[in-house]
């Protein structure tokens, strides 16, 4: 079992910037791989930004390529999203997500455990 908790959510103007962290507890974090994803009010989940186990494979959608930064601290079983030139259109509810298997994956059913969810407002 794996419990995740995010933090680092709230209201930011376009242009500025935001650092989400996720804390995990419970079975060994550094086996597993990380992933962001958000949704919008009456849109589906989508992915974000993903990393691997070891923190040295990272993938991105393309909406947010260039802006937003995943990473990782397996030291304080700890994902982090670095979300920098934010635009209204990045305003969702952001979940932290992990999978019980090493490499990274896209899609929201290859994860296993999610977190509750932290709110990002960016405003124009």
């Known amino acids: 079992q794996v419990q995740l908790v995010e933090s680092g959510g709230g209201l930011v103007q376009a242009g500025g910037s935001l650092r989400l962290s996720c804390a995990a507890s419970?079975?060994?974090?550094?086996?597993?791989?990380m992933g962001w994803f958000r949704q919008a009010p009456g849109k589906d989940r989508e992915f974000v930004a993903a990393i691997n186990w070891r923190g040295d494979s990272t993938y991105y959608a393309d909406s947010v390529k260039g802006r937003f930064t995943i990473s990782r601290d397996n030291a304080k079983n700890t994902v982090y999203l670095q979300m920098n030139s934010l635009k209204p259109e990045d305003t969702a509810v952001y979940f932290c997500?992990?999978?019980?298997?090493?490499?990274?994956?896209?899609?929201?059913?290859?994860?296993?455990?999610w977190g509750q969810g932290t709110q990002v407002t960016v405003s124009s």
């Open positions: 997500a992990a999978r019980v298997r090493p490499l990274a994956a896209l899609r929201p059913y290859e994860y296993d455990y």
């Open positions: 419970g079975r060994t974090f550094s086996s597993n791989a």
